[in-house]
């Protein structure tokens, strides 16, 4: 095969200023043109494995997607895809919609936002460059032959330059592809594309760095690439839906703050978690923020890590690196965010955070690693609290209370006290309005006298207390649990 270079100017450093392209060969003759979209079919399936900066400092995703058929969308026909996402323990399932002049997504299912942007930045992202339609912006179809197909702005106008023909070897195949690429920083970026198919082979791309090694920005690879009638999506369910349907919190705020230094003063650690009341079962979301230990406004960067849960004797239980499929976590930029889903039992579960140090992915540290740990209450499925936490004396006032030893509005002053005082904690209700403490119904008593025997468990104590709730009877301060005590004093019968 002959391959023709036309006008390329490179040094013989790794890292000099690529300027100028231009490629041609006889499968590829001066002239053929690309653009974003080009050959995209109904019924076509990709499958890609991908990573974006942006999104948990390009923690790797499976992202599959088949061309339904068309959308009418006010006067403009986009391309519909069902959608299935593969992020580390979840399953996100919907519908995506794509332009056709160019193939970005503009609208679909709200739980695949963020992988809708990460899609548009890279899968999609040379549809900035060569889109079908000439008139839109300038651009349009882009010939192979062109010495350059544009400049990246927010990196110092780098030029985007096709710079050789590489035949390469993907999951989904062999494939003849053109290599696109500019420098970014102290690296070269580079997309390889293939003549007549909609969207890049692979990518790898670096982010702009005034200094030191440059992080990925964006890298994926084609896994799978066919055209069906039917969708292959059949009978998969998202356990966003899954999650939902149990009762989990899927909507996750993260209100707990934990900042702590390292047992060994190496680092200081910040930590934001939630929910506030993480359930066996359920989702939780972890920010953790590496700092300098002397300065907590300089984040450290490259930081190797993991969360652990550990035994009693320091043994490991769980690895959260390695259900991710990985040795260590890691952390370019030492802002990470980190989602598992709870394993451990009801009560309080250590969860280690052991850093093993400052080097570029896949380099061992050279430094001996540091941890902290944290606790974290856990709570049963049916949202009760974790049995551990409550002390035998709370029993006793319940059964005080069953055999008229304190009254009611003791009764419901002091389990006020326990809840605010997060002592007590029970799943958030429905606060009422109405009610009075005269208005307890009997068995409501009668559970508090099971509950203090073992006749009952926890969980029906609790939902006879959010009934008392809901009913207006008990009231209870907003919002039910804060981070810190108030620092109030028990009622006169709490000791």
Request: hydrophobic fraction near 35%; proline fraction near 6%; charge should be negative.
């Amino acid at each position: 095969m002959l391959v023709l270079f036309l006008g390329i100017t490179v040094t013989s450093s790794a890292y000099a200023q690529i300027e100028a392209g231009g490629v041609s060969s006889d499968t590829l003759p001066q002239g053929t043109t690309w653009y974003a979209g080009e050959g995209l079919e109904k019924g076509d399936f990709f499958s890609y494995s991908t990573c974006f900066v942006d999104y948990k400092e390009c923690t790797n995703f499976q992202m599959d997607f088949w061309i339904k058929g068309d959308k009418i969308v006010g006067s403009e026909t986009k391309w519909l895809s069902e959608v299935v996402v593969y992020d580390g323990n979840k399953i996100i399932v919907g519908e995506m919609e794509l332009g056709k002049i160019a193939p970005e997504p503009t609208g679909g299912t709200p739980e695949l936002g963020v992988y809708r942007g990460a899609f548009k930045s890279s899968i999609a992202w040379l549809s900035a460059f060569a889109t079908s339609d000439g008139s839109s912006g300038g651009k349009g179809p882009k010939a192979f032959s062109e010495v350059s197909w544009g400049k990246i702005g927010n990196i110092g106008g780098q030029q985007v330059i096709p710079l050789e023909i590489e035949t390469i070897t993907v999951p989904a195949g062999t494939w003849e592809t053109v290599v696109m690429s500019w420098k970014t920083g102290g690296a070269v970026s580079k997309v390889w594309i293939a003549d007549d198919f909609p969207f890049p082979i692979k990518a790898k791309t670096y982010t702009h760095v005034a200094e030191g090694i440059p992080p990925p920005e964006y890298d994926f690879k084609l896994l799978k690439y066919e055209n069906r009638s039917d969708s292959p999506f059949v009978g998969i369910k998202s356990t966003v839906d899954e999650l939902a349907a149990a009762g989990c919190n899927t909507d996750i705020e993260r209100n707990v703050i934990h900042k702590r230094s390292s047992d060994d003063f190496k680092y200081q650690v910040h930590v934001f978690y939630g929910p506030e009341d993480p359930v066996v079962g359920c989702d939780m979301q972890w920010l953790v923020n590496f700092l300098k230990f002397s300065d907590e406004t300089e984040f450290l960067n490259q930081v190797q890590y993991d969360i652990l849960v550990l035994d009693d004797e320091g043994k490991v239980k769980r690895s959260i690196a390695n259900e991710n499929g990985e040795s260590h976590l890691y952390s370019p930029s030492g802002q990470a965010l980190v989602d598992f889903v709870v394993k451990e039992d009801p009560g309080t579960a250590n969860y280690t955070i052991i850093i093993y140090g400052l080097s570029p992915k896949g380099i061992a540290p050279s430094v001996t690693s540091d941890l902290l740990t944290i606790e974290v209450p856990i709570y049963a499925s049916d949202g009760s609290i974790p049995v551990a936490k409550i002390p035998s004396w709370i029993k006793n006032n319940a059964g005080w209370w069953a055999d008229g030893t304190i009254d009611d509005n003791s009764f419901v002053q002091g389990i006020q006290f326990l809840i605010k005082e997060k002592i007590m904690k029970i799943p958030k209700t429905t606060q009422g309005t109405g009610g009075s403490s005269n208005d307890i119904p009997p068995w409501i008593k009668n559970n508090a006298g099971w509950w203090a025997n073992g006749d009952i468990d926890d969980g029906s104590f609790i939902k006879g207390l959010q009934f008392l709730i809901k009913e207006g009877i008990m009231k209870v301060p907003q919002p039910y649990q804060s981070n810190t005590s108030s620092g109030a004093e028990p009622p006169a019968w709490y000791n």
